[in-house]
């Protein structure tokens, strides 16, 4: 069955920067355009990144664009997000999943990583 088990969240002063992993399995991840994602306390969970199968294309919320960057490595099904100049209002659980539609997950979503940016 589809795995998706995300990790490297942590706590990180305003500014400084995280790399999110996220380790897919129980699909052809290198077929799949992925995502991250993210839900703060009390809101929806919202479209961060996306990224199409070969990695060459990217697409990102207009609330990370320049400082976040999402990459994946086909030959370790694994999916990537670096996050610079991080703010407080990034603090969130972060997700990642299959794309849907350009701006939903596919599949079950997973446990998450917890991003926590103290000010």
């Known amino acids: 069955q589809v795995q998706l088990v995300e990790s490297g969240g942590g706590l990180v002063q305003a500014g400084g920067s995280l790399r999110l992993s996220c380790a897919a399995s129980g699909f052809t991840f290198r077929d799949t355009g992925m995502g991250w994602f993210r839900q703060a306390p009390g809101k929806k969970r919202e479209f961060v990144a996306r990224i199409d199968w070969s990695g060459v294309s990217t697409y990102y919320a207009d609330s990370v664009k320049g400082r976040f960057t999402i990459s994946r490595d086909n030959a370790k099904n694994t999916l990537y997000l670096q996050m610079n100049s991080l703010k407080p209002e990034d603090t969130a659980v972060y997700y990642c999943?299959?794309?849907?539609?350009?701006?939903?997950?596919?599949?079950?979503w997973g446990q998450g990583t917890q991003v926590t940016v103290s000010s």
């Open positions: 999943n299959a794309i849907k539609e350009m701006y939903s997950g596919r599949f079950a």
